[in-house]
């Protein structure tokens, strides 16, 4: 049975990208989930390397940091100084002096590229026994590109970077694609011979190829089936280019699993992310990270999920959530915040104009419109007013607020943390709740209502509010003087005034449900 080759994965990440005018490294820049060299590591995770080796240079303690998060086995080697990707390699494999087998070359720009078209190039060599394989690619425009050429048996001759290529050459459409797989014994031989006779005066990797055609060694080319993924990016109009290509990729692909994309050229979906059978994205709408959402569930128009797990058949319309969980056939939106740690169950609600944050919303319970919840938890098919404010922080820590099952709490309430509102229990609109409501109670706070009469006649004389209330009042004294002349009150019964009174009495100044909440 054959052995396993050995293989080392070499990313070349030490440049500047100065076309990128930016003070983050070229290779950290970010599209669509993963950054440039994140992209790079994951088209070559499926090689199964046995170590991969990452060239850093320019920030180099950022692009190091970055790697200590996405790929901790990988080994950051420092190239101080840029004298060219040869010098790069040298370095790389100085660091892993023991290799033998494969070494696979591949620039740390080219974020389009796909572990079959890797595995394809290495496959390729190792089966040819070839000493060095080049990644080739047909382009459009091969402007700024160094060339692939070939003899007159079509076999690889040199490759020519376009600075030191003649006008023949510049007209060759076949391009090296950055991408290499070499025998480590003879890249080490050849390295080691490589000069900085050129326009840059650097030691160029792709000199290794006619060193080794010259000493007799069998060198080869791989065409990639598909030249975009070759493409490099030196700037941020190239970057954003690449951005469209990836997102159209991303689309294409989750539609033909069963997904319904309303407008796929105003969707962004992560390669990070996860999308179930019957899922629907309506337009502009972004999901990114861990993002996961369920069967049936739709999501969007103008939608941001970050980190956020949709269930089956809920829906979240036109919001921003950040590491929160909707469940099962919940609604959320429109307008609605959700923040870290919000967690709605089964069919739960979150309206519109609601921010939630580190709270679990129970199976069938409402917060509608207008409110901020959090630091909570709310048990199941409890509602929650309009307007209402969850009182969490003191200055210097938070606190919890427990609303309990089958509780109303009316509109316009605050509940002061550390609070308690029972099973079944009501609070009345405008309370300010700062001590436990027991379960089945109604919990009122808020002052007794006072009317001062003609306050307005005799302090705003003259404006149109004291003229409308003066006809009111002149109104009202006609009525009753007519009424005067047509009936008295009959014994027993309670004038206006004493009635109101007796039913705020009774309900403890809560005139009923509709004073209570808003659904």
């Known amino acids: 049975m054959p052995q396993p080759h050995l293989r080392t994965v070499v990313v070349l990440a030490a440049g500047e990208g100065k076309r990128m005018k930016s003070t983050l490294p070229k290779v950290l820049h970010p599209l669509l989930g993963r950054t440039l060299l994140g992209h790079v590591l994951s088209a070559a995770a499926p090689l199964a390397a046995d170590r991969t080796v990452v060239v850093v240079g320019h920030g180099a303690d950022q692009v190091r940091g970055h790697l200590s998060e996405v790929a901790p086995d990988a080994t950051p080697v420092l190239q101080a100084e ?46 040819a026994a070839a000493a060095a394989t080049v990644l080739a690619a047909e382009v459009p425009d091969p402007t700024g590109l160094g060339r692939i050429v070939r003899d007159a048996g079509g076999r690889l001759e040199q490759i020519v970077e376009e600075r030191d290529a003649d006008a023949t050459q510049r007209a ?16 080490r031989d050849a390295l080691g011979k490589l000069s900085t006779d050129n326009d840059q005066g650097e ?211 605050m509940f002061v943390a550390p609070v308690e509102v029972g099973d079944g229990a009501y609070t009345a609109a405008g309370s300010v709740i700062v001590d436990d409501v027991p379960a089945g109670a109604m919990g009122v706070a808020r002052a007794r209502q006072r009317n001062i009469e003609g306050w307005v006649v005799k302090r705003r004389a003259g404006t149109a509010a004291a003229e409308a209330a003066q006809r009111a009042s002149d109104a009202k004294g006609a009525q009753r003087v007519g009424d005067a002349k047509g009936a008295s009150v009959a014994p027993g019964t309670a004038s206006d005034s004493e009635a109101i009174h007796g039913v705020t009495e009774t309900v403890g100044g809560a005139s009923g449900p509709g004073d209570t909440a808003t659904e």
């Open 82 to 127: 840029q004298l060219g990707t040869g010098h790069a390699v040298r370095i790389a494999l100085d660091a892993v002096p023991e290799g033998a087998g494969t070494v696979v070359v591949i620039n740390g720009d080219v974020p389009l590229l796909r572990p079959e078209t890797v595995g394809a190039l290495v496959t390729a060599h190792e089966e």
């Open 172 to 187: 060759i459409r076949e391009i090296n694609a950055g991408i290499y797989a070499f025998d480590a014994v003879r890249l």
């Open 203 to 413: 030691e160029y990797l792709t000199d290794v190829f006619g060193l080794l055609r010259s000493a007799g060694e069998p060198v080869a080319v791989h065409v990639a089936d598909d030249h975009v993924e070759t493409l490099g990016c030196n700037d941020r109009v190239e970057l954003a280019a690449l951005r469209r290509l990836l997102r159209d990729r991303v689309n294409e692909a989750w539609m033909r699993t069963g997904v319904s994309l309303l407008d796929p050229a105003t969707t962004w979906i992560d390669v990070t992310v996860a999308l179930d059978r019957d899922a629907v994205v309506d337009q502009n709408t972004q999901l990114r990270g861990a993002t996961v959402v369920g069967a049936g569930a739709l999501v969007g128009p103008d939608v941001t999920l970050i980190d956020t797990v949709v269930g089956p058949a809920a829906s979240v319309v036109r919001s921003h959530a950040v590491g929160a969980e909707v469940g099962a056939g919940a609604t959320v939106g429109p307008y609605a915040y959700l923040r870290p740690a919000a967690r709605l169950a089964e069919k739960a609600k979150v309206g519109t104009f609601v921010e939630v944050k580190n709270t679990q919303i129970g199976a069938g319970s409402k917060v509608p419109h207008l409110t901020y919840v959090g630091d909570a938890t709310i048990g199941e098919h409890t509602n929650i007013g309009a307007a209402s404010v969850f009182v969490n922080y003191d200055g210097v820590n938070k606190h919890h607020t427990v609303i309990g099952s089958h509780a109303r709490t009316g509109a316009d309430n």
